[in-house]
């Protein structure tokens, strides 16, 4: 009887261990969809640009 409790549990650990691994999966899987909606928004900003090449090419360091 006591083997039959002991495969029991361990099987009941094992179901549980698979149920822990697919939820992780689950949470990877979110956040690397995040990622490449954040990565592909930032992507579509548009850049500051001037008409004036020359603007910007001087920066007084003192303050």
């Not at 990565?39 to 500051?48: F, R």
Request: avoid cysteine; glycine fraction near 8%; aromatic fraction near 2%.
């Amino acid at each position: 009887m006591e083997l039959q409790g002991a495969n029991a549990s361990a099987a009941s650990g094992a179901s549980l261990e698979l149920a822990s691994l697919k939820l992780a999966k689950g949470q990877q899987e979110q956040e690397g969809k995040a990622s490449l909606q954040l990565l592909e928004s930032a992507a579509d900003v548009p850049k500051a640009s001037s008409s004036n090449p020359a603007l910007g090419a001087n920066i007084d360091t003192f303050a």
